[in-house]
């Protein structure tokens, strides 16, 4: 469509696909309808249409009909009138010309009224004057405020014009409007200044709703330089973001507004059943109004709120007494145990000795149900009961939430039990293990909150368990934030001292499983004892975080050493061990191992899907998004979109440098690199792989087995211009790779040197060492590298003119990926076999037929028999034909014939 932008201006982020569609439906007359809940973007994305419109000088009419114009007759024709010319009525019948001087109040009315279809006729007549030929564009925002003799009079005459009509709810064909999703959240966000780690909150908080995540997001940027602040997990609401909500809230009826209110204390708990019993029969009918202003989502019976600051606005402006009532009626109409004890603890604020001990029994049902976040939410409440005359009681109960929070990542229970640790508790003991899990709360922002683990090492002066702990977290720290690994090691090997002085097994093990990883990465032959010791002391899964669970590690290595069903097996079943007991928020870390197996054996629809799902739980965790989005990209990379790769490996990186984590930072970087490297920016690749090197070079990496940069450096810096300096990085780590046994990254050189050798002239040797590269990976199991190299092989071979040995190469290539679900890569493939073809010389007739003859089994001296030609000039036109199409053997010259 002409004069159409690509792309959706301002702050309308994420609508390129939803300005597309609205193009398509308004690019003949007719009616279109717009629709979605307050806020959602409607009017903007009907202001870009307008501005586009007008950009191609086409005419535009815009009306904003409001609430008081509803009972007027004809309000929305007299606005849509006044902004046509007046001199265009002048070319109106008398009778028309009249009607509309009446209707715009410049003559009297007449105490009859007038003719509908006289009115008609005269607004259609006035529409096409202002048309003059051209589209006309007619927008009605909002269209459910127009009076119903203007809607009547416009649905007449709207078969001339593109009528939009923008709208909350409609019938029949319309162009609803959702939610954003968090990579569109972050663009919208992006004017504001915020830091990517505060954008999973603002989605979760805003439900993806624009209006909304622009307010939040503003409180967000005042708030993101206070640590306790970032730290917290939440967005706080404030006043301009309540008195929004509050608005929308108003539009519902009193009643209803007390249907949502219910379904907002009841929590995950909600369905329309237990609202019926909880005193509202019409729950179905008060929902379905709440759903249209986006308020609420109902999924069969499960009511839920798509925008967690609903929620909690709704019960913040609820007064006390309101919240207590309502939760003592949920109490009688729930038939759970656990939600019943839930509900009569919110219904009062009383110190009660049974009730707190009630609400303890709760926590242990949910405990065994697999629900240790709603554990530790019931413990803090029971806490809460606990009288003062038991103190010692209200403290263990805290240390419990504290323990089931930390287990489930329910960070704001962790911060409310570790707070009230730290008012109440006198010992420094459970003062520091309060700050550390205050601490381990901070997500990847592990720097902002340094001075909680400074002030625990202090407290744990004396305690070999604690202090255990807290050389652990430094050690980490020292990894993800400073990359300096020696001094990680160091942190780790005093922890498992402390550990085993402590006479913790678990302890000890946890730093062994760490002290392990960082002697692999720094390049040490002891890893794999260093971590067999680990496991030895922890048989049992038994680790409270998986992270630091050494069989997470064993998986890890197992990756790293190309065992990949032996890492897929061990991975599988830590992620059961974790569902089986309920801690689906930590299934992130395994199943980011799981991807990368999945992204290198070819299950690329696998890890395609795993890279939504991370994103999908590090949202709901409001967790930092520099690792969810370095998953992302990786199954967009994998089986989905090179673009969409690469926009969300640069928002990973910007948001893991945002969070000093340098190991995300890498990672990203690595991702993007490869990504550019397959969408032919080279220049790109080399710089963003290069500074994926240096950071590991500052970090001290020397296993090249764990993010394989090399092979795809030196590749990118080959086909950039830059063979020597490939060279050179290949000469500098093929001796690495070869001392610690390496293999798939020593192919991966090889891979590299091969198109070195390509790009220098040297074909045949590129050749070699791109086949047989293949078929090792093939070996391996590594079957998306084989495809890769094959890939690169037919490339090299179509620049050489060796067509018929590249279509060869690339069609097995592009069978692979096809057969893997490797999306864009089968599309890249595509691509090349369309240069193949295009730069395919075509056969003489005579030719074609020499080539039937000895494709046919004939020799040269029965095929110059056949066609009555002398030997030598069959000899010529075969070299001829050799030379023309690339061929080195007599068996190619079928490949010819496929064409």
Known sequence: ??????????????????????????????????????????????????????????????????????????????????????????????PQRDLVERLLRREPTPPAGWDELTLRMAVSGLLEEHADRRPLLLVVDDAAQLDEASAAVLHAVSAGIHLLLVRREATGTQLRLGPL???????????????????????????????????????????????ADAASGSVPISLPVR???????????????????????????????????????EADEHLWAAAGLGLVAVD?????????????????????????????????????????????????????????????????????????????????????????????????????????ARQSLNVPAARTAAQAVLRRATDPADRARARLTMWEFSGQALLDNAELLEQAAAEATGHPDLLSEVHLQLAITSCICRGDLPTAARHATRSARYGARANSRLLESRALTQLSRYQRILGESCYMDTLNRAISLDRNLDHDVIGESPYLVASRFAVWDDRLTEGREITLTL?????????????????????????????????????????????????????AWYSAALGEYTGGSFAAAAEHAAAGMRAAGQDHDLIHTSRNLYVLGCTELAMGDYAGAVAHLRRCAELEAEQGVVDPSILRWHGELATALALSGAPEEASRVIAQWRPVATRLRRESTLLALNRAEGVVRAVSGDIDAA??????????????????????????LGQAQLKARRRAGARDSLRRARTEFQQRGAVPWTALADQELRKADESQPGLSGPERRL???????????????????????????LTRIYRKHGLRSRSQLGSVLRG
């Open 575 to 627: 992620i059961a061990e974790l569902e089986r007991r309920g801690l689906t928020a930590a299934v992130v870390v395994p199943l980011r191992s799981l991807q990368e197996i999945y992204a290198q054996t070819g299950q690329c629809a696998e890890a395609l899907a795993i890279g939504g799902r991370v994103v999908r739980l590090i949202n709901e965790q409001a967790g930092s998004i520099g690792p």
């Open 181 to 227: 999703s968090s990579e569109d959240t972050a663009e919208l966000l992006a004017a504001q200044g915020l830091e990517h780690r505060w954008v999973s909150r603002v989605f979760a908080a805003s439900g993806g709703n624009p209006a909304l995540a622009i307010d939040l997001g503003l409180t967000a940027a005042r708030n993101q330089g206070n640590p």
């Open 1 to 94: 469509m002409r004069g159409i932008s690509s792309r959706p201006r301002g702050r309308l982020a994420g609508r390129t696909a939803e300005l597309a569609a609205l193009h398509t439906a308004l690019a003949l007359p007719g009616r279109t309808q717009l629709t979605g809940p307050p806020g959602i973007g409607k009017s903007l994305l009907a202001a870009s249409v307008v501005q586009d419109w007008q950009d191609r000088r086409d005419p535009v009419l815009r009306i904003t009909p409001r609430l008081a114009d509803r009972k007027v007759p004809d309000a929305g024709l007299a606005q849509l009138l006044s902004l046509i010319p007046e001199k265009l009525a002048e070319t109106l019948p008398q």
């Open 243 to 281: 008195a929004r909500i509050c608005t929308w809230l108003d539009e519902l009826p009193p009643p209803a507004q007390r249907t949502v209110l219910c379904a907002a204390l009841a929590g995950d708990a909600a369905t329309t059943g237990l609202l019926r019993r909880a005193g509202q029969p």
């Open 300 to 404: 069969r019976d499960q009511v839920g709120f798509p925008a967690t600051a609903v929620r909690d606005t709704l019960i913040q402006v609820t007064p006390p007494g309101e919240r207590a009532k309502l939760h003592a009626i949920l109490a009688e109409a729930s038939g759970d145990e656990v939600e019943a004890a839930r509900h009569l603890g919110l219904s009062t604020a009383d110190p009660d000795a049974g009730m707190a001990h009630r609400l303890e029994r709760a926590a242990e049902i949910c405990r065994r149900r697999g629900r240790r976040d709603q554990a530790a939410d019931l413990l803090v409440l029971a806490a809460d009961r606990t009288p003062a005359a038991e103190p010692d009681i209200q403290l263990d109960r805290l240390q419990g939430a504290l323990a089931e």
């Open 851 to 877: 080539v039937e003859l000895v494709v046919g089994g004939m020799t040269n001296v029965e095929a110059a028999g056949t066609l009555h030609l002398s030997v030598k000039t069959i000899e010529a036109m």
């Open 767 to 792: 050749t070699t060492l791109l086949s047989g590269a293949a078929d090792r990976f093939g070996g391996l199991g590594l079957t998306m590298q084989r495809a890769r190299t094959l890939l690169l």
